[in-house]
């Protein structure tokens, strides 16, 4: 997970470099909505519950931490070690259940060949046109 690997570097970054750099960053799973943006310069954009919680995570965040929300815990649990955290008060959410994502999981020795289940993923896309 890209997420691991840029918590990873800062950490080591900031043992050897006098000048620290710290990230938050939080993760949520779900839905979104995908959409171009202008016509003359155009720019892609992600919006949607899924990335405004994505965005509280990250807010809740203690720096060079990775906070995700109980969905992708769910999703990942399998995968990677996780801390949890005392549920938060999360604004415009209400009180969330949170966790941070340490390190992902070694693959189990007995069973070398034995993998986790896919995650399932499903895209839905709309187009709009003015009419």
């Known amino acids: 997970m890209a997420a691991i690997d840029i918590r990873d570097y800062l950490i080591e970054r900031n043992i050897e470099n006098p000048v620290k750099w710290d990230a938050k960053i939080g993760i949520n799973s779900g839905e979104v909505i ?14 949607g519950d899924t990335v405004n919680v994505a965005s509280r995570m990250e807010k809740k965040c203690d720096p060079n931490q990775i906070n995700v929300g109980i969905k992708t815990y769910m999703l990942t649990r399998d995968k990677y070690r996780f801390i949890e955290r005392l549920p938060n008060q999360v604004k415009g959410i209400g009180i969330k259940k949170m966790y941070y ?28 046109t003015n009419r």
């Open 34 to 47: 995908g959409s171009i943006l202008g016509t003359n310069n155009c720019l892609f954009d992600v919006f």
């Open 101 to 128: 994502l340490k390190s992902k999981v070694q693959p189990n020795s007995l069973h070398p060949n034995t993998t986790a289940p896919p995650i399932k993923f499903s895209f839905k896309s709309e187009i709009a």
